[in-house]
């Protein structure tokens, strides 16, 4: 609820300006600031009892209980009133024992003198008149409970959570209803949304299935259905004609992929009355059957093929003239077969951007046996599990099942130089980029892709990070030293922070999880004295590593950086706050406890730059990728000590190059996220020259197995994200020629 008052108080605020009326703006102001109930805010409240105890203000503290009673508890029914009377000797016996343990005895006597006439009549209160006489309280057995820790967390907590209980219970004004409303409706369309995709996605699953399933019923060969009718005279006859018009007709193979491999047929031509194939010649009969030929279709569907022994028995001698009307009988009856046919095939190729990869046909005589042999060495698949769609790999219809299947891609097109910076916030609705020009753009993609605010900046800006609470702030850090606190919202800048003149360049920043510090990474110009220096220096760059508080705006700690200041590349948070990972200028990764601000460990891991670092999914060990072109797997209970490492070309590890006419020749150093993982922390999206590269992550050797490529780029990618919500993934990839794609993937759960 008390998120819901500060939005709220917001929008009048907003309402107020609007309107002109500055005066009612200043008496809100004057009021929020002398709020008592402190925007039904309860840690705030606590604090204030709790103030008012530390500073022995007996007064304030009676008066401020009075208060909340006459505001709040006395709308609560009579069965409450018990617990309210416990909560309030509690207090006072809060502040008792405070008095005492910080050796105030003026101040516990003082208050028995004032309080005597209200307590002397509880029979609670009897034996406490004694306290200020007892030479050493805390090892009296009446009263030493009250002098441990846990008493007094033990209240605290049960009044918060009695004052949460009470505020959630309150009626509330139509206002702070449509702040939830609002918040609900949103939670709604994105849960629309993703069942929309999830729809779609099993739609066209289905629609695969189904035409699978004719295309099956209407592509069986002419000389298989009329397969008792045949005698191996006719058989070698159309085994000829197929061989003939194999070697002028291509195959198209698309019966093999909706059937079992050990049912698979290597190919098919567009003609139906010569279709055929050398294994297909090979495939053995069954005895023949005395169902009419419509029937023998199912049964050559449901039995298992068998090879041709080389002493198949003959049927009775035919004619060649009564091969020749048996054939033009067919061809008759096929035709209207064949329109089908051409019509499924449209259909497919309407439904699939490409068709799947064809198995290697083998051509040889009539007559031989030639099993149908899989080419990727994979165990053999049913028909059902055998997919083809625009997510899959580019191996084509045999590969086996992939984990994602690309939904859409669509396009961001709003900038117009190389983009340095894209991140997703952290509910998943916004996006900020940052280009090289200094321009930043935020912008939504759900349910439609729309800018919601443009920054321009006069100095140049080298870092963005979103704010984890509230999600709706961004940091910008600069080139000359100053970070900047931006309300997306209300689209101006809340806060400028100097961190350090010497140190102007902010390479890096890092919102911890609960909203109420930043890391930032100041660094010193280049030895060229540019920003950016592309060319390895031998002796990194100076640079400070800071912790700021973002309520107090006011620096707290200045890490101490081994064996030398250096300046900072990238930097992380663990879940909860508690350790943060950092990759230097000098190839060093350094994890540092946020709780004592030291560092906890470091270790060489890069010959150059480290540019990227991540924790893993479970955080026993963290992902970082440097200027030597590798991908690597440390444990942080092992100091320095590899657990995978694999080799990646330079367009996922940078320097970052686009080449042009006329030797055009831009480069560009890696400032932005390298890869990114998915919401299990199984798969691993990098960087390439075309478009974001997905990765499975093994336990073995490789370190990673390519998925799925998701292409869509003309010019190198230099940064990645990844934000997942249920099943349904959202992957960023963001060029050189300022471009951002963003492809919706859905996650295929085995």
Avoid at 77 to 105: C, F, H, M, P, W
Avoid at 431 to 453: C, E, H, R, Y
Avoid at 518 to 537: E, H, M, N
Wanted: glycine share 6%; net charge negative.
């Amino acid at each position: 609820m008390g998120s819901a008052v500060e939005r709220t108080d917001e929008h009048v605020r907003e309402y107020l300006i609007y309107r002109g009326f500055t005066s009612t703006l200043k008496n809100l102001d004057t009021e929020i600031k002398a709020d008592k109930e402190k925007g039904f805010r309860v840690d705030k409240i606590i604090d204030q009892l709790q103030q008012f105890v530390q500073n022995f203000d007996l007064f304030g503290l009676k008066e401020y209980w009075l208060y909340l009673d006459r505001r709040l508890f006395c709308r609560l029914e009579d069965v409450y009133r018990a617990t309210v009377n416990k909560l309030r000797t509690s207090l006072y016996r809060y502040y008792v024992i405070n008095t005492i343990q910080k050796g105030n005895l003026e101040k516990t006597q003082e208050f028995f003198q004032k309080q005597s006439l209200e307590l002397q009549v509880q029979a609670e209160w009897r034996d406490w008149f004694i306290l200020p006489f007892i030479p050493i309280p805390e090892q009296n057995p009446a009263f030493s409970p009250y002098f441990s820790r846990q008493w007094a967390d033990t209240f605290l907590v049960s009044l918060h959570n009695f004052l949460s209980v009470l505020f959630q219970c309150m009626p509330q004004p139509v206002l702070l209803s449509f702040d939830a409303e609002v918040q609900r409706t949103t939670s709604l369309t994105e849960e629309n949304e993703q069942l929309r995709q999830m729809l779609f996605a099993l739609q066209n699953e289905n629609r695969d299935q189904r035409d699978g399933d004719e295309v099956v019923h209407h592509k069986l060969p002419v000389y298989v259905q009329n397969m008792d009718r045949l005698g191996d005279t006719e058989l070698d006859l159309v085994s000829s004609t197929r061989t003939v018009s194999a070697s002028t007709t291509p195959s198209r193979n698309f019966f093999s992929t909706f059937l079992p491999q050990g049912k698979r047929t290597p190919g098919k031509t567009a003609q139906v009355t010569t279709v055929s194939s050398p294994s297909q010649v090979a495939v053995g009969r069954k005895d023949p059957p005395t169902n009419p030929p419509a029937k023998s279709k199912e049964v050559v569907q449901s039995k298992e093929v068998k090879p041709v022994s080389s002493q198949a028995s003959t049927s009775d001698p035919v004619s060649s003239q009564s091969q020749q009307s048996t054939n033009q009988s067919t061809n008759q009856q096929a035709h209207p077969r064949h329109k089908r046919i051409q019509d499924h095939e449209k259909e497919r190729k309407e439904l699939f951007s490409k068709p799947p990869s064809q198995a290697p046909e083998k051509k040889g005589e009539a007559g031989e046996v030639e099993p149908v042999t899989d080419t990727t060495g994979e165990p053999p698949e049913s028909s059902s599990n055998t997919k083809s769609s625009g997510g899959g790999a580019e191996g084509g219809g045999l590969s086996t099942e992939q984990p994602f299947i690309k939904l859409s891609q669509e396009e961001y097109g709003e900038h117009h130089s190389s983009i340095m910076h894209c991140r997703v916030d952290s509910s998943g609705r916004r996006v900020a980029s940052l280009d090289v020009d200094g321009v930043i753009k935020v912008w939504s993609f759900n349910p439609i892709m729309q800018t919601k605010a443009t920054i321009m900046s006069k100095s140049p800006l080298l870092s963005l990070e979103w704010a984890t609470k509230p999600d709706r702030l961004l940091l910008l850090g600069s080139g000359v030293g100053t970070v900047r606190l931006y309300d997306t919202d209300a689209k101006k800048n809340l806060y400028e922070m100097n961190i350090d003149e010497t140190h102007p360049r902010i390479l890096s920043l890092a919102c911890s999880p609960s909203g109420s510090s930043f890391v930032c990474s100041a660094a010193a110009l280049s030895r060229s004295g540019s920003l950016d220096a592309v060319p390895r220096l031998l002796l990194p760059v100076s640079g400070q590593l800071l912790l700021w508080d973002t309520k107090t705006v006011k620096q707290q700690v200045q890490f101490s950086l081994e064996p030398e200041p250096v300046a900072i590349n990238c930097t992380a948070f663990n879940h909860n706050g508690n350790l943060l990972v950092t990759g230097a200028a000098d190839g060093c990764i350094r994890l540092f406890d946020m709780q004592r601000y030291e560092s906890a460990m470091s270790w060489r891991a890069h010959d150059g730059e480290v540019y990227s670092v991540e924790f893993s999914y479970d955080e026993n060990t963290v992902f970082s990728i440097g200027e030597d072109g590798k991908f690597i797997q440390w444990n942080i209970h092992r100091c320095g000590v590899k657990q995978s490492e694999q080799v990646l070309s330079q367009d996922a590890t940078g320097p970052f190059v686009l080449s042009g006419y006329s030797g055009y020749k831009q480069v560009q150093v890696p400032r932005g996220r390298l890869f990114a993982f998915d919401s299990e922390g199984q798969h691993v999206l990098t960087c390439s020259s075309s478009g974001g590269l997905i990765y499975r992550l093994t336990n073995g050797e490789p370190a990673l197995e390519s998925v799925l490529s998701l292409g869509g780029h003309k010019a190198p990618v230099v940064t990645v994200d990844w934000c997942s919500a249920v099943d349904c993934g959202t992957c960023l990839t963001a060029s050189m020629d300022g471009k951002i794609k963003l492809s919706t993937l859905l996650a295929q759960k085995s």
